[in-house]
């Protein structure tokens, strides 16, 4: 083991015991410590169910790669039908918010990323290969895969040329990178930073969002009533706490849109900061009353909420980045963001195609919606149309390349 994995393993191991202190305190840390209790019994348990059938693990960060993995699970099932999937997660967001109903699906948490604990933990599992949604790097579990000489595959996978793995001192953590079967890349410009790296494993997938965005809209959602049906809507996706103040201020001074406000987490003290802020009258989506602001505290109906929406703001672009900005441009929305979308290769694509608007400071924010007004509604739908039917994903190949292994066991 080299001098930065076992540095990176003492961290890891660190980290660990900050999330078990903060436990006590912290109802998340609390979630995703009881979560791990005793799990490898749990886990050996229900994969013994399922005797020697071959197995894919799929690692969803939290929910949104959750929902990115849809796709692909869909496709893996219809092309190897006798495959089983597990589904790890690292966040509380993912786990305890996704439910199989069918026995050949199962749910984990990834355990603390020691070598040890993925050393059991695939010695438990047996994959026969390994999916990582975008960008989760867990060192210690590829250095447990490429002992025991199991694939594994990283799907919409971006970085950008100022990553920290491109530095000498992370040649290690790059190298485990380099030894994946097939690294799947956004598009071009992703692909040509990773060659660029001397890694040339490497194939264009796309957005796996794309598609499942598509397939949401398609599905039924109760309606909605608004008090006043014939103000245009505005939705607040995935609202964070660094843009509470900005949009809570401008709800309450201008009362000429509906407004359904999306917090991107939906416990109480996220919720309270939200209402708190407001001083107009409000409903939650839970309460199925008809208003003028409506407070989303479900998980998972954000998306078909935008089939509503006049104009969409995707929160996230002030802190670490927007979050998923297809699910609205499928209805044809008119959205804007933040303006850090650098790390976020569809977010610069639907800028470039003006198909996104992004803010570059909060005193933007009512002026871009009045921009947004003076956009031809009819002419924007189509480009969006236009766009989503040129990029949809190439799960495929992925699939096929399973296909090849299972076939070569």
Not at 96 to 106: E, L, P
Not at 147 to 155: F, L, Q, S
Not at 338 to 363: C, H, Q, Y
Request: aromatic share 12%; proline share 4%.
């Amino acid at each position: 083991m080299s001098i930065l994995l076992f540095t990176y393993s003492i961290g890891i191991r660190a980290y660990g015991l900050l999330v078990y202190v903060a436990s006590f305190f912290h109802t998340k840390a609390s979630l995703w410590s009881e979560g791990r209790r005793d799990q490898f019994s749990i886990i050996k348990n229900e994969i013994e169910k399922w005797h020697d059938a071959p197995i894919i693990m799929i690692h969803a960060a939290s929910y949104g790669e959750y929902e990115m993995s849809k796709p692909i699970i869909a496709q893996l099932k219809n092309a190897i039908p006798h495959v089983k999937i597990v589904v790890s997660f690292f966040s509380p967001s993912g786990y305890t918010n996704v439910t199989f109903k069918d026995s050949d699906y199962c749910k984990i948490y990834l355990p603390l990323d020691t070598l040890s604990n993925q050393r059991r933990l695939i010695e438990i599992i047996k994959p026969k290969a390994v999916i990582f949604i975008k960008y989760d790097f867990w060192f210690n579990l590829l250095q447990a895969l490429v002992e025991r000489k199991i694939p594994y595959y990283y799907t919409s996978l971006h970085l950008n040329e100022s990553s920290y793995l491109f530095n000498w001192i992370a040649d290690p953590f790059l190298q485990l990178i380099r030894k994946s079967r097939i690294i799947f890349a956004h598009n071009q410009e992703s692909e040509k930073i990773l060659r660029s790296h001397s890694i040339n494993n490497v194939k264009i997938i796309g957005d796996t969002r794309v598609d499942k965005a598509v397939e949401n809209k398609k599905l039924d959602f109760k309606a909605i009533e608004m008090v006043n049906p014939e103000k245009p809507v505005i939705i607040i996706g995935s609202l964070t706490s660094e843009d509470i103040n900005m949009v809570t201020d401008y709800i309450n001074h201008n009362e000429q849109y509906n407004y359904i406000i999306a917090p991107h987490d939906i416990d109480e003290v996220s919720i309270a900061q939200i209402t708190n802020n407001l001083s107009r009258s409000y409903k939650f989506l839970t309460d199925n009353t008809a208003c003028n602001i409506m407070i989303v505290n479900t998980l998972g109906d954000l998306k078909f909420l935008y089939r509503y929406a006049d104009i969409a703001y995707v929160g996230g672009g002030f802190s670490k980045g927007p979050h998923n900005v297809i699910e609205p441009l499928v209805y044809g929305v008119k959205v804007f963001c933040g303006p850090n979308i650098e790390k976020f290769p569809m977010a610069i694509t639907l800028n470039k195609f003006g198909l996104l608007d992004v803010m570059e400071s909060r005193r933007q924010f009512g002026k871009t919606i009045e921009k947004l007004n003076l956009i031809d509604t009819e002419d924007h739908v189509k480009r969006c149309d236009n766009f989503i039917d040129n990029n949809w994903s190439r799960i495929e190949l992925l699939t096929k390349d399973i296909q090849a292994v299972l076939n070569e066991n």
